[in-house]
């Protein structure tokens, strides 16, 4: 992992309107370190909050709120594009009686391409189905593997991503 990604206490936050960006975060904000075959391992957890929106509808934000408040984190990662509500993220600064009380630059946007760039180096990838069943197994094994999830046709299912780089493959048929 490229450690300087990562403040101590971060949040990441994504919608659930497309499924491949929320499962392919789940190895970047959850990973195993050290020796799985040996029974030697570490997790390291970063909280990831998902929200829903239904038809176009404002989605109540005060679940996140109160998490944030209670939580403090250092910095907030919204993967995606965020629905205006999440304004309130830093409405209300330094109080947090109204919003989440964070700064603006303790806030940050990333397109879902650039979960890629959470790896400094990485050899292999697990690359998965079109299906959610075989993609969610596939990100708890990418996450105990610390690689990448790829899934097919989504914006990580690059050669560029793939190249020189062992495929891992979860479901059939991948070609």
């Keep these: 992992k490229d450690k300087s990604k990562y403040k101590k206490t971060e949040v990441f936050i994504v919608a659930d309107t497309e499924w491949k960006n929320?499962?392919?975060?789940v190895p970047v904000t959850t990973w195993t370190y050290g020796q799985p075959t040996y029974g030697d391992v570490d997790v390291r957890t970063y909280p990831t909050l998902i929200?829903?929106?239904?038809?176009?509808?404002?989605?109540?934000?005060?679940s996140i709120i109160h998490f944030l408040q209670k939580y403090k984190p250092k910095r907030v990662t919204i993967v995606g594009k965020p629905p205006r509500e999440l304004a309130l993220l830093i409405?209300?600064?330094p109080s947090v009686e109204f919003g989440a009380g964070l700064r603006p630059n303790q806030v940050r946007v990333i397109r879902p391409k650039k979960l890629i760039k959470y790896?400094?180096?990485?050899?292999?990838?697990?690359y998965a189905n079109d299906t959610y069943a075989e993609s969610l197994i596939a990100a708890t094994y990418a996450s105990l593997l610390n690689v990448p999830l790829i899934i097919k046709d989504s914006v990580l299912d690059k050669p560029a991503n793939l190249q020189n780089k062992r495929k891992i493959c979860?479901?059939?048929?991948?070609p």
């Design 170 to 174: 979860v479901g059939e048929p991948i």
């Design 51 to 62: 929200y829903h929106r239904e038809d176009g509808a404002k989605f109540d934000a005060d």
């Design 119 to 126: 790896w400094k180096k990485y050899k292999a990838v697990v």
């Design 22 to 25: 929320v499962l392919s975060l």
């Design 91 to 93: 409405a209300s600064y």
